[in-house]
């Protein structure tokens, strides 16, 4: 039975210290049809473009704040179409958006959170990360690219690295959209059956499928080790793409609710200044 709306969005997928999760098809809080979760979607949409714009303009009123979301998922967990279908819910100029592919070669000659830097959102932004500074653990990994003491060290770097950001003014929304293999199946079906999705489509999606229970450890150690009292993980159950979106929206909302972004106050006296305008007439 899904749990009463009045519950925190943030409370309720919260990954534990034992590392629980909801499953990928269920549904803990909110909307359980898709009509309703569609208009739901629609409601939080406005309310996130209002606390949005507030953080906006907070920062440029000389605000230190930001927010930044991460997004961690296997192949076709849906980290684009949370991007589209919730962030295009908000003003595109208060947005910094980041994917993280393979490293190139000049990137690779750089500590790995180099590249990761660069891509910071400023003052007043909301930046959000499809792929992350995890991968930097997930691919070495699994694929052995680097001794076990190199991505190991990882963990306490990034748990500081995220430290950093939040003593600076940057709140962390670290969310790992949570897929079934089932699920995933058809979705990479549908890429191979659909012309209009080929370019979607990676050949090396299959060996990522085929390591699956690889990754889900190696997610696993990553939760237990770096979900912190300040940079928290959650999952989001993400076999239906609206209810997906919805989730992640409402976690936004909770998220930047709780910072409370304040308007700056005026530096002119507006009266004045109305005043003025009043007699103010347009040449012709």
């Known amino acids: 039975m899904a749990k009463k709306d009045t519950v925190s969005v943030r409370d309720t997928l919260r990954i534990g210290k034992g590392g629980e999760r909801h499953d990928p098809g269920s549904f803990p809080i909110g909307p359980t049809k898709k009509p309703k979760g569609l208009k739901d979607l629609a409601d939080a949409g406005s309310r996130l473009a209002e606390l949005q714009e507030a953080l906006y303009a907070e920062g440029v009123g000389g605000g230190n704040r930001s927010l930044l979301l991460v997004l961690q998922g296997m192949d076709t967990s849906g980290k684009g179409g949370t991007v589209g279908h919730v962030l295009g819910l908000v003003n595109p100029m208060g947005v910094r958006y980041a994917g993280f592919k393979k490293p190139t070669a000049a990137e690779a000659r750089h500590h790995y959170l180099w590249r990761i830097r660069k891509q910071l959102p400023v003052p007043g932004q909301v930046g959000v990360f499809d792929r992350s500074h995890y991968e930097d653990i997930l691919v070495p990994r699994v694929q052995k690219l680097v001794p076990a003491a190199?991505?190991?060290?990882?963990?306490?770097?990034?748990?500081?690295?995220?430290?950093?950001?939040?003593?600076?003014?940057?709140?962390?929304?670290?969310?790992f959209l949570d897929i079934s293999p089932e699920e995933q199946l058809k979705r990479l079906k549908a890429r191979l059956e659909t012309p209009a999705?080929?370019?979607?489509?990676?050949?090396?999606?299959?060996?990522?499928?085929?390591?699956?229970?690889?990754?889900?450890?190696?997610?696993?150690?990553?939760?237990?080790?770096?979900?912190?009292?300040?940079?928290?993980?959650?999952?989001?159950?993400?076999?239906?793409?609206?209810?997906?979106?919805?989730?992640?929206?409402?976690?936004?909302?909770?998220?930047?609710?709780?910072?409370?972004?304040?308007?700056?106050?005026?530096?002119?006296?507006?009266?004045?200044?109305?005043?003025?305008?009043?007699?103010?007439?347009?040449?012709?």
Do not use: C, H
């Open 197 to 284: 999705k080929w370019w979607k489509y990676n050949p090396a999606d299959l060996d990522a499928r085929a390591q699956w229970n690889d990754y889900q450890k190696a997610y696993a150690d990553i939760f237990a080790k770096t979900s912190t009292a300040v940079a928290p993980w959650y999952a989001v159950p993400a076999d239906r793409k609206w209810y997906r979106n919805w989730l992640v929206a409402r976690l936004l909302i909770e998220t930047i609710e709780e910072m409370d972004p304040k308007f700056p106050p005026a530096d002119f006296d507006p009266e004045t200044e109305l005043k003025k305008l009043e007699g103010v007439g347009v040449r012709t």
């Open 150 to 175: 190199e991505w190991r060290k990882r963990y306490a770097e990034i748990n500081a690295f995220e430290k950093e950001l939040t003593e600076a003014g940057t709140t962390i929304v670290k969310v």
